[in-house]
């Protein structure tokens, strides 16, 4: 029994060892075929990779594609990007390529170059809008809807664009490149840097830091309201922000905060309030008061002839005169009767007096006499301490 299970043992152990050797080789050959595996996989990249920067993918003749370009032609924007055909399209920087374009063409405000393999090159341009000219040194320069300038020292008036007025044009710099210039002119006035010219193509900028912000800002906000009929903006005193508007209203925003609110009501009152033709003045106050509507004075009566006092008496009645429209925008001929209570009324409710000082006082047919009045200096009126606001 002994013996057997000796043999019997004996048989085992050779069998494990026989396995054992038998995985110990697989595993070699496993490692080998990994390795010759990995060599290949390396030597193929690396063929690939030669093949594909000096064989494969290079720009061929007729592969740049230049989209959204009309000032320029395709072979200016070549030349400038400095493609050439043969180019390789895996080494090629796109960046430096947009760069070189925004940098050297003015007019193209923003550009994406795509790689189009095997062989081509998509090129996408958006070219500069103008959006207002800025007074400069007795003449105009000409800046775009992005904020960079397209043209300086323009002798003639594009009147097809805002004009900016009290701007006090500059060479842009960085915040950075300022910082260290007023350091140096602190340190050595006379050794110090210049101020950097102005160029066309570089961003828009002011002396004065917050005039750009101020700039930016309103004509985004002008864009956003569609409110496109701008003649002139006013930004020499920065607290006190004057549009001309339609060529026959003149926009009173006072300082920068708020632009959003106070142009909106604005738009809105000139929209919605107004009579047809309407020329004055309208003055953004606050929140609460919102905007003062002043008329051009004795130019297009808000009223039919007829004096009223606040407490709603009438005094020194006379016929109205003709040929004017009244505040709803209705023609007045002349020939309205004079009412029982000695108002003229219209029909509305409401009727007038001029004193010729452009003080207008409208008299409620019912008595009440509420006063919208105007004068000279500062457009209040002299009733019940209500101004003609929306």
């Known amino acids: 029994m002994a013996e057997r299970y000796n043999r019997a043992a004996g048989t085992s152990g050779v069998s494990r060892a026989s396995y054992s050797g038998a995985a110990v080789r697989h595993s070699?050959?496993?490692?080998?075929?990994n390795l010759y595996t990995t060599i290949a996989a390396a030597v193929t990249a690396a063929l690939g990779s030669l093949l594909s920067l000096n064989v494969?993918?290079?720009?061929?003749?007729?592969?740049?594609?230049?989209?959204?370009?009309?000032?320029?032609?395709?072979?200016?924007?070549?030349?400038?990007?400095?493609?050439?055909?043969?180019?390789?399209?895996?080494?090629l920087n796109t960046e430096f390529i947009e760069r070189r374009l925004t940098e050297n063409l003015v007019y193209?405000?923003?550009?994406?170059?795509?790689?189009?393999?095997?062989?081509?090159?998509?090129?996408?341009?958006?070219?500069?809008?103008?959006s207002v000219q800025i007074e400069y040194d007795g003449g105009y320069c000409t800046m775009s809807r992005s904020g960079r300038l397209l043209e300086i020292g323009e002798s003639e008036r594009n009147k097809k664009l805002p004009l900016v007025t009290g701007f006090e044009l500059a060479g842009?710099?960085?915040?950075?490149?300022?910082?260290?210039?007023?350091?140096?002119?602190?340190?050595?006035?006379?050794?110090?840097?210049?101020?950097?010219?102005?160029?066309?193509?570089m961003p828009v900028a002011s002396d004065d830091d917050q005039k750009t912000a101020i700039l930016t800002e309103l004509l985004e906000k002008l864009d956003k309201l569609q409110m496109d009929k701008v003649a002139k903006i006013d930004l020499k005193n920065r607290i006190d922000i004057k549009m001309t508007y339609d060529g026959r209203m003149q926009l009173e925003l006072g300082s920068s905060v708020d632009l959003d609110i106070k142009l909106t009501t604005i738009k809105a009152v000139i929209d919605k309030e107004l009579?047809?033709?309407?020329?004055?003045?309208?003055?953004?106050?606050?929140?609460?008061?919102?905007?003062?509507?002043?008329?051009k004075k004795n130019d297009v009566p808000l009223a039919i002839s007829g004096r009223s006092t606040t407490d709603g008496q009438t005094s020194d009645s006379q016929a109205p005169a003709a040929g004017y429209y009244d505040e709803n925008g209705v023609y007045h001929d002349g020939s309205e009767q004079q009412a029982a209570d000695g108002?003229?009324?219209?029909?509305?409710?409401?009727?007038?007096?001029?004193?010729?000082?452009?003080?207008?006082?409208?008299?409620?047919?019912?008595?009440?006499g509420y006063d919208y009045g105007y004068?000279?200096?500062?457009g209040y009126d002299y009733g019940y301490g209500y101004e003609q606001t929306w």
């Open 28 to 33: 070699r050959r496993r490692n080998t075929v």
């Open 56 to 91: 494969l993918f290079n720009l061929s003749p007729t592969g740049l594609t230049v989209n959204g370009v009309t000032l320029y032609t395709p072979e200016q924007i070549q030349q400038i990007g400095g493609l050439v055909p043969g180019q390789n399209l895996v080494r």
């Open 108 to 130: 193209i405000d923003d550009v994406s170059v795509l790689k189009d393999y095997p062989d081509g090159l998509i090129i996408n341009i958006t070219e500069a809008v103008p």
């Open 172 to 201: 842009y710099e960085t915040p950075e490149q300022k910082e260290k210039r007023l350091e140096a002119e602190e340190i050595d006035p006379i050794g110090a840097p210049e101020k950097p010219d102005i160029k066309a193509g």
């Open 275 to 295: 009579p047809e033709g309407f020329e004055g003045t309208l003055r953004y106050n606050t929140i609460d008061h919102s905007v003062s509507v002043i008329p």
């Open 343 to 368: 108002y003229y009324d219209d029909g509305t409710g409401y009727s007038g007096y001029d004193d010729g000082t452009g003080y207008y006082d409208y008299g409620n047919d019912q008595g009440y």
């Open 375 to 378: 004068d000279q200096n500062y």
